[in-house]
């Protein structure tokens, strides 16, 4: 018995035999690596779009907010009666 080789076990159905060569494992590593680098940088794209339109969106909102607080406040010192501020004034 100890004299027999080693079972090899049968891949599952889709997978690809495992080589056995070294080469053959570090270029299936590096193929990995590749892949999940390539996934990354994607993400991270993907991340950096995101975030610059929800920049902009704010951005865009706050500007907004701050022209209505100002025509409201020229329309409200417009209205006042020239008398009203010469009081507050003195």
Not at 55 to 82: D, H, I, M, N
Request: aromatic share 2%; net charge negative.
């Amino acid at each position: 018995m100890a004299d027999e080789e080693p079972r090899q076990e049968k891949p599952e159905e889709g997978e690809a035999p495992a080589p056995q060569d070294p080469l053959a494992l570090k270029d299936l590593q590096i193929a990995d690596l590749t892949n999940d680098l390539k996934r990354l940088q994607a993400e991270f794209d993907n991340h950096k779009k995101r975030t610059d339109k929800e920049w902009t969106e704010r951005s865009r909102v706050a500007t907004q907010a701050g022209e209505r607080k100002a025509v409201t406040k020229c329309r409200l010192l417009s209205a006042k009666p020239a008398g009203a501020a010469r009081s507050v004034e003195s």
